[in-house]
């Protein structure tokens, strides 16, 4: 078949090797959450039907599988493919409500007007909380956000694009509820980066 | 479902996935690392899996490295500091065997080192990974043995109980008698069990430039110290922490600052001391350090010992 | 001149070709082969099936082969190669009362539909050693009977249907069931949970647990209601086809104890349950099983919790052998990194020991002297 007339379905531009891969991304992704600022190259290893980004949706299928629902923005659920193709090559459920994901994908940051409606965790459990993977077209070329906390030697930069809006204010309200609290993970093209809760941000200025 | 009919013959290795874990659950563990990093020092439960080996013999840490572990990886595996103890061999061949990975003794050259007991001398670097072998993740167990208990303690920032333990051992010994897994407090939150190194090693962990996972398979429990973090050993304004200091150099090659291992020489109280880290102390040796013991004969240690197992 | 300890690879390579020459025994005694474990020391079979959590006799056969008939080390065997296993499904919840019953005992009723069968029991045996069975006498056939292919009642529903026993705790069917090898645990442990842990839990550390709350560490006065074993299918229900189909049969043993209930304002007064249930032929862990479940019900019965057998955290978290060998054998391990920290503590602690009784023996006598001087 000539590739001209080839219509991927969503059965197709999963992991071709689904071992090598996913470790190759997981790797990437935890050099990323131990260094928060840091940019981490990421294989190119899916590719996903649009708007869902072949990093997002790379990083979703190393973490995600039938034991973690996902929740998808707006943006992702107009789309049935997207939808399609993430129950296929993952086998998550996609779950209406914010507070039972174990990941939530995001497809346009500007739209995301509070974190706190994820699940934050419990002080007991505070791992059982959402990790949000953002879509961002560049991870330099937005407002630089100065960033400090574990992983950091003295003080980090992070500049993603595009973020929710009031970010500084979201941020500063997760950081209050540490141990509790969700986690960013920014899906550049072929690159990740992360702001784990425990990530404080630097007031400019200040 | 007659189970003598079933053909076990074939179920040879060559059906084990790459580090012996199936992807599902590498997956579930990788999810745990990730909490564990964002959380430091707070114990992530996991569904540990049965591996092939006992635990208690650091099932937790071959699940940890199982789960980070690429072809690319060089793998080294120390018990008690050393890379031939018996323990640290049979790890590191269950690696060569199941994930094909190249296996090292010297620590600069490694990507992932996994241990038990201690922290190699050799300053750890950005592109290492320091896996840990947790027998008991807990560090308030031998205060309150409830599981129920001790979650609500870590949930309520309630460590009183861990200071009492610790001021009734300098009332009764005029000494906090923890001489290993001495409790540290991780970012000024969670109270953390440093797995049994002794506390020689407690300095290294804060603000290490490297990435430090720790795996309790038994016990069912995942936790991480990111690079950079403030790992602080719990003390008292009139006691404050020390580290061990021991009164001689290493024997063999004459280092100073670094833990020793006693060997006892005969049955007339002869002793000697010898760094418990053996790369450390072949490679200085192969520097031309040496210790009394070696007198004028320097270059004794062995080469570093880089190698690929036959698949 | 001292030589650091080295050759750890060789080491263990000879110690494993010893370990496999010790295993085979004589050379020129026959080798066991599998059939003969799996149907000659069937009851060794089936523990480790049932504590080894997978039902499978020839490779439950091969571990205790490869084990030296270690129990503990061919159940550890089985685990491990169990956890490798995909999971393609769960089946349906059995229904032990169409089990094809091989033995079946109710001690609460003389008679009972379906009636008593004793089958194949050490019961009433009296254990004189039989020279016999040194060689390999023939034995005579067993006599058989006509299947009836009749459901056999559970007693525990003759009870039920009288309102004399409480009926079964009530699952949410919306919830899934729990899986311990899946999940992390995590207490307090519900009873599907619960239930698993014991199944797979050490028939010995059981057994005492069970033993002692019948000499008075919360005593349940239990009686045996039923004890059966036999042959149960095992259903998948196939979506594609939206019916559910047998894909096998295992062998299971059935416990359910009936214990007493004070019952309390809001109910009236009835039996309580304990269960057990055990793959194969395994009636002694299955009793145990029950009485421990008993025990273990003691908060949602709003009983004190008074005695070990009641302790959740305690017996679910000890009852593992497989971790608990693991744990207690690692002590072998070399540890003497820690030794030397506590060696060096030991030394200077008594040091400091040995100096302040000088000392005060010093003042003691520098004490005395002044006296005589004085005098």
């Not at chain 3, 095992?234 to 049969?249: K, Q, S």
């Not at chain 3, 004490?367 to 005098?375: I, L």
């Amino acid at each position: 078949m000539p590739a001209a007339t080839h219509t991927p379905t969503v059965y197709e531009g999963g992991f071709s090797d689904p071992v090598g891969s996913s470790q190759a991304v997981f790797r990437a992704l935890m050099d990323a959450m131990a260094r928060p600022g840091s940019v981490q190259d990421l294989p190119v290893v899916t590719a996903p039907p649009a708007p869902l980004t072949a990093s997002a949706s790379a990083l979703l299928a190393t973490l995600a599988d039938a034991d973690t629902p996902v929740w998808l923005d707006p943006t992702l659920m107009k789309t049935t493919e997207v939808k399609d193709w993430i129950v296929f090559h993952t086998g998550a459920e996609i779950t209406p409500h914010q507070s039972e994901a174990a990941f939530a994908l995001v497809a346009s940051p500007g739209g995301l007007a509070a974190l706190n409606g994820f699940s934050l965790g419990t002080q007991e459990f505070p791992d059982r909380s959402t990790t949000l993977i953002l879509q961002v077209s560049s991870l330099t070329d937005g407002a630089a956000l100065t960033l400090e906390g574990p992983g950091i030697k003295g003080q980090a930069s992070l500049a993603p694009d595009p973020m929710p809006p009031h970010f500084e204010a979201q941020w500063q309200a997760n950081r209050a509820a540490f141990p509790r609290g969700v986690d960013l993970v920014f899906a550049g093209p072929d690159c990740v980066a992360a702001m784990p809760r425990s990530t404080r941000l630097v007031r400019e200025g200040a | 479902m007659n189970a003598l009919t079933q053909d076990t013959s074939s179920q040879n290795l060559a059906s084990y996935n790459f580090a012996y874990l199936d992807e599902q659950t590498k997956r579930m563990i990788r999810r745990a690392i990730l909490k564990g990093i964002a959380i430091p020092g707070y114990q992530v439960p996991f569904a540990s899996r049965e591996m092939p080996m006992p635990y208690g013999w650091g099932t937790g840490g071959v699940q940890v490295t199982a789960a980070i572990i690429g072809r690319d990886d060089v793998l080294k595996v120390i018990d008690q500091g050393a890379d031939d103890t018996t323990n640290a061999v049979s790890i590191r061949a269950f690696f060569a065997k199941t994930a094909g990975v190249v296996t090292t003794t010297a620590t600069p050259d490694a990507t992932i080192i996994q241990t038990r007991h201690r922290i190699p001398e050799t300053p750890l670097t950005e592109g290492q990974v320091l896996v840990y072998q947790v027998p008991i993740p807990e560090p308030l167990r031998f205060l309150e043995p409830r599981e129920t208990e001790t979650r609500k303690m870590h949930a309520l920032e309630e460590y009183g109980l861990m200071h009492v333990k610790l001021y009734e051992d300098i009332a009764r010994n005029g000494h906090i008698a923890t001489t290993y897994a001495y409790p540290v407090k991780v970012e000024g939150r969670y109270v953390m069990d440093p797995s049994p190194t002794p506390k020689f090693d407690n300095p290294k962990m804060h603000r290490s430039e490297t990435l430090q996972l720790f795996g309790a398979g038994r016990e069912k429990r995942i936790y991480a110290i990111p690079p950079h973090t403030e790992v602080v050993s719990l003390d008292f304004e009139d006691h404050p922490f020390e580290i061990q200091h021991f009164d001689q150099p290493c024997a063999m090659c004459g280092a100073e600052q670094v833990y020793l291992d006693e060997v006892v020489l005969d049955d007339k109280g002869g002793r000697m001391f010898v760094c418990s880290d053996t790369h450390y102390c072949e490679s200085r040796r192969a520097d031309g350090h040496c210790g009394a013991l070696l007198g004028d004969e320097p270059g004794l240690g062995a080469e570093a010992n880089t190698r690929k197992e036959a698949m | 001149m001292y030589v650091a300890v080295k050759g750890g690879e060789a080491a263990i390579a000879n110690a494993h070709r010893l370990l496999a020459a010790r295993r085979r025994g004589d050379a020129n005694v026959p080798g066991l082969t599998l059939e003969q474990i799996a149907g000659q020391l069937s009851l060794a079979v089936d523990r480790v099936m049932g504590e080894g959590s997978l039902y499978d006799p020839e490779l439950a056969a091969l571990a205790i082969k490869q084990a030296r008939g270690d129990l503990i080390e061919a159940v550890f065997l089985l685990r491990a190669y169990r956890t490798t296993l995909p999971r393609f499904g769960h089946s349906e919840p059995m229904d032990t009362g169409r089990m094809v019953v091989e033995r079946r005992i109710s001690a609460i009723y003389k008679d009972l539909p379906g009636g008593q069968l004793l089958g194949p029991t050490f019961d009433y045996t009296h254990r004189l050693l039989d020279p016999e069975l040194a060689g390999d006498a023939p034995v005579d056939a067993p006599e058989t009977g006509e299947d009836a292919n009749e459901r056999v009642v559970r007693v525990s529903d003759i009870l039920g249907d009288e309102g004399l026993i409480e009926d079964d705790p009530l699952a949410d069917a919306s919830r899934p069931v729990a899986d311990i090898t899946r999940t992390p645990t995590e207490y307090p442990m519900d009873r599907d949970a619960r239930l698993q842990t014991l199944a797979r839990g050490d028939e010995g550390f059981l057994l005492a647990l069970a033993y002692s709350t019948q000499r008075g560490y919360a005593r349940s006065h239990p009686f045996v209601g039923e004890i059966r074993i036999g042959e149960v299918d095992v259903e998948v229900m196939i979506p594609e086809l939206g019916f559910t189909v047998a894909i096998g049969r295992v062998k299971l043993t059935e416990c359910q104890m009936v214990n007493q209930f004070q019952g309390s304002a809001k109910a009236p007064p009835q039996f309580t349950r304990g269960y057990g249930l055990v793959f194969g032929h395994a009636e002694r862990k299955a009793m145990a099983m029950s009485l421990c479940d008993r025990a273990l019900r003691a908060s949602e019965l709003g009983e004190d919790i008074v005695a070990p057998a009641q302790d959740e955290e305690f017996v679910l978290s000890h009852c593992d052998n497989v971790q608990a060998t693991g744990f207690v054998e690692h002590l072998k391990l070399p540890h003497y990194v820690d030794f030397q920290a506590e060696l060096d503590l030991v030394r200077r602690m008594r040091a400091e020991h040995f100096e302040a009784a000088t000392k005060a023996a010093d003042e003691t006598a520098a004490t005395d002297d002044t006296m005589e001087a004085a005098e």
